[in-house]
């Protein structure tokens, strides 16, 4: 595989995420105009909604967001790591995932402390985080039960 093949198939996903979740290029995720077309949407399925109602629903899904991203790109530099090689789950490969997807949520919310209209928190990072060992935790038990299937198959058994 050529060097421009394996960059674009494995480092430019992650590479990709952290763009979008970069906080200097989306400073619209913090606005209250996001909030505004959210209520919109909420009050359209569900229209007696109270004010507290979309106010928790919107800070779920703001929470929400912030696991699920972090967790997706501690898998994407998990596979970027990995590049194809090797077996399918490693504890180096598995913690270097891990270690870079948590340093870019501490970088992402010490920079949001100097983007207008964002604030960085240390509650995101913990949200972060917390995606971030979820999914290599994930990563690393389906490997593991991919491991005992391969060598139940290998050794006869069912």
């Known amino acids: 595989m050529s060097a421009l093949k394996r960059f674009m198939n494995y480092f430019l996903p992650p590479l990709l995420l952290m763009a979008l979740i970069f906080p200097m290029g989306n400073r619209a995720l913090g606005s209250s105009r996001l909030r505004e077309i959210f209520a919109a949407v909420f009050l359209w399925l569900a229209p007696h909604a109270s004010e507290q109602t979309i106010s928790l629903a919107y800070v779920i899904l703001r929470k929400t967001s ?16 990995r590049g194809g090689r090797g077996p399918f789950w490693s ?12 340093a870019y949520g501490f970088l992402d919310e010490l920079l949001q402390t100097f983007v207008p209209s964002r604030i960085g928190s240390p ?36």
């Open 66 to 81: 912030h696991f699920m991203s972090y967790g997706l790109l501690a898998f994407l530099f998990y596979r970027a790591f």
């Open 91 to 102: 504890k180096r490969t598995g913690f270097l995932a891990a270690s870079a997807a948590i």
């Open 123 to 158: 509650f995101d990072w913990a949200i972060d985080t917390a995606g971030v060992l979820t999914s290599i935790a994930l990563l690393a038990w389906m490997c593991a039960r991919r491991d005992r299937a391969a060598a139940a198959l290998s050794a006869g058994k069912p």
